[in-house]
């Protein structure tokens, strides 16, 4: 492949240089430059890449991609260089051209949303399977290539646009015809950029609440960037192949009729685009009807445009029951019977940190759950509580160098819930973690209510806390272990400390003396 075939998406880029130069990988870290790859030069937040270009081109970079003037980079004579506006921008369309527009050779669903995304695409990838195709998915669990699965250990939702494009180039490779991704609101912003060229075929909205306002500045803004998914499904493709396929001539704007805010995702989509709605609440194409919820799962009426009929879901809590919604339109809606679609709702157990329970012989009920915003945790606590014939128990903390303002929010809606809370660690960074944890407490303290007053520690050692948690817990009681979920570990300055949370939630039965018998 030629510089010049990778940059056809790229109008503004100025080449200096010879636009022939063949190209033989792609790297955005000058670590893993190799002899005629080409090295796109980031400005992160940490680091600036244009420092890092004669370490590229000392392993042998046939060309760079940046933002500066050359001449302010002492470039050696007959280097290639390809000026951009903003080289992040830049890495996605690159990477889509470099990997052949993977996107456009198959059905490409995008989730989005606050809470819901990764239980979302995991189930929607099971209905589609279930129908009889093949997919491939990338969530914030798991990774998928057809019939290989794997555990997403990169800490991203969603991954940079090199790693998406060759993920969808594999799934294409290995006879996917679907690729079910989580979109996240940093992959979707403009600053980010990771999924352009992606090309979108069906968008999901799951819900909107109170997240990641650091990034974003404000929620219209957090909003205005989800909705980049919706507007994504009028993008053409420059794969002439893909144009022509009937495959991708159906696109599908699919949203939950609960979330106040769902026409204006709606209305971002192309005119073109069918238009499909969920929920409970208010009037839906699919909606469900007659929700009953325990600990042990959740059973509701379906109507839709497909038929009716009952579900009954292993998956608990009630907000499952929307992500079960959404999955089912997006089957329903791309052809897979509906009671084939209803069958694979039905078999599946649960997503790894999602809901998970504990099961130690212990007398009461543990589950790990990956909330950490205030709109989860008003869910999922608002659920568990009349589930609760004694205390609900909280082991909680919240991100360092990530939103400071949902912190006392946190402590606010698990005062309204919980008896008993611990707050700890979550990934304090570089923040101080007893800062953190400080400005949680002053949102239980501050929410105290004189008929039901919670109780809570301080207490940054994670296992300590997890510990102290079950210590308090009696027969009947629900404790919730909450903000971690999967993830495989806990990060303080810049180093990540290997963390399972259902593991130390097992150690910590174990030590108080319960095993399964």
């Given at each position: ?87 992040r921008a830049a890495l ?28 979302t695409t995991f189930l ?248 950490h915003t205030p709109g ?142």
């Amino acid at each position: 492949m030629q510089l010049r075939d990778i940059l056809a998406g790229l109008p503004d880029a100025q080449v200096y240089g010879d636009r022939n130069t063949p190209i033989t990988t792609l790297a955005y870290d000058s670590r893993a430059v190799q002899p005629g790859g080409l090295f796109v030069a980031i400005s992160g937040f940490h680091t600036d890449g244009h420092a890092y270009i004669p370490q590229a081109l000392t392993r042998g970079a046939g060309a760079i991609v940046g933002e500066r003037d050359p001449a302010e980079l002492a470039l050696p004579p007959g280097t290639t260089y390809v000026r951009v506006p903003n080289a992040r921008a830049a890495l996605a369309p690159i990477a889509a051209a470099y990997y052949g527009h993977p996107g456009g050779q198959m059905r490409v669903v995008g989730i989005t949303g606050t809470d819901g995304k990764t239980t979302t695409t995991f189930l929607t990838s099971a209905v589609l399977e279930a129908g009889g195709h093949t997919t491939g998915m990338m969530g914030t669990v798991d990774f998928k290539v057809g019939a290989r699965q794997w555990a997403n250990d990169t800490r991203q939702s969603t991954p940079e646009a090199p790693e998406v494009q060759a993920m969808l180039r594999e799934m294409v490779a290995t006879g996917c015809d679907y690729a079910v991704l989580e979109a996240t609101s940093h992959a979707l912003s403009a600053r980010w950029n990771r999924l352009d060229g992606a090309q979108f075929d069906v968008a999901v909205l799951t819900n909107v609440t109170h997240e990641h306002l650091d990034f974003h500045g404000s929620v219209e803004q957090y909003r205005r960037d989800k909705a980049r998914l919706f507007e994504m499904l009028g993008e053409g493709t420059s794969n002439k192949a893909a144009e022509n396929d009937a495959r991708k001539a159906h696109k599908l704007a699919i949203v939950n009729a609960d979330d106040p805010h769902h026409q204006l995702f709606l209305a971002a989509a192309p005119h073109r685009a069918t238009r499909l709605t969920y929920g409970i609440a208010q009037p839906a194409d699919v909606r469900a009807t007659a929700v009953q919820t325990s600990q042990h799962g959740l059973r509701f009426h379906v109507a839709t445009p497909w038929g009716a009929r009952d579900l009954n879901l292993r998956l608990t809590g009630d907000f499952n029951v929307a992500n079960a919604l959404a999955a089912l339109t997006v089957g329903l809606a791309e052809g897979v019977p509906l009671d084939t679609a209803a069958a694979a709702l039905e078999a599946i157990p649960g997503v790894r940190g999602r809901m998970e329970r504990i099961e130690q012989g212990q007398p009461f009920t543990v589950l790990v759950d990956y909330a950490h915003t205030p709109g989860a945790f008003e869910k999922l606590m608002g659920i568990v509580r009349p589930l609760t014939s004694g205390q609900l128990i909280a082991v909680f903390g919240s991100a360092g160098e990530r939103d400071r303002e949902k912190r006392a929010i946190q402590g606010a809606v698990a005062a309204r819930f919980c008896d008993f809370v611990v707050l700890t660690d979550e990934d304090p960074r570089l923040e101080d973690r007893a800062a953190i944890i400080a400005e949680i407490a002053a949102g239980v303290a501050a929410n105290q209510i004189a008929a039901k007053p919670c109780d809570y520690l301080c207490m940054p050692d994670r296992p300590a806390a997890i510990q102290a948690a079950f210590a308090r817990a009696r027969p009947g009681d629900i404790v919730l272990l909450l903000g971690k979920g999967h993830e495989a570990c806990i990060i303080y300055g810049t180093e990540k400390v290997p963390w399972d949370e259902a593991g130390a939630a097992r150690a910590a039965l174990h030590a108080l003396g319960y095993q399964k018998g």
